[in-house]
């Protein structure tokens, strides 16, 4: 289940055996100097789905290490989660700013104006079609600040 985040803790160590970087090196210090070397090394599209495909078909022999047939890029899923938190913030911004919506018109304002750039026709319309079972305005808060106060006052785990 949890393959990809166990992978991406993983990054540091592979990448500084098989491009030869040694510990204490910004590259594996700073987050942002890791994505830029992901980058510069074209590992953002590593996401373990697509490796053997993008491995056979866009990369030269030459350039293969082992690991990348089950890299997972940090950049990729750390670019994803910062889009997941644009929709929470106009999600919460719309449910504060637009109190006589319904939960699935705020929702939907705050999908199209965040996630449905990057997703296809087909994603978009099931996005949409799922929104349909936000529970209403006074079930969802309620069950928001049970998951909130479950967090924080007794160490629960997030809802998976």
């Known amino acids: ?40 090394k074209k590992l953002i ?6 490796n053997e495909y993008m491995l056979k078909n866009k990369w030269d022999k030459k350039d293969i290490y082992p690991f990348m047939n089950k890299y997972v890029s ?9 889009w997941m938190f644009d929709f929470m913030g106009a999600l919460f911004k719309g449910l504060v700013e637009h109190r006589d919506w319904s ?3 705020v929702g939907v304002k705050a999908y199209s104006d965040t996630l449905a750039t990057n997703h296809n026709w087909l994603l978009q319309n ?9 529970a209403d305005r006074d079930g969802f808060e309620k069950m928001y600040m049970k998951e909130q106060a479950g967090v924080r006052n007794n160490g629960l785990p997030y809802t998976l």
């Open 103 to 105: 939960n699935y018109s």
């Open 126 to 134: 099931t996005v949409k079609f799922i929104l349909l079972a936000i």
């Open 1 to 40: 289940m949890y393959e990809r985040a166990d992978a991406i803790l993983d990054n540091r160590k592979v990448i500084s055996e098989a491009y030869g970087i040694e510990e204490g090196d910004r590259i594996l210090i700073y987050m942002k100097d890791f994505m830029e070397f992901e980058m510069k």
């Open 74 to 82: 940090t950049t990729f899923y750390f670019e994803r989660g910062a």
């Open 45 to 50: 599209h590593f996401n373990l789905d697509d």
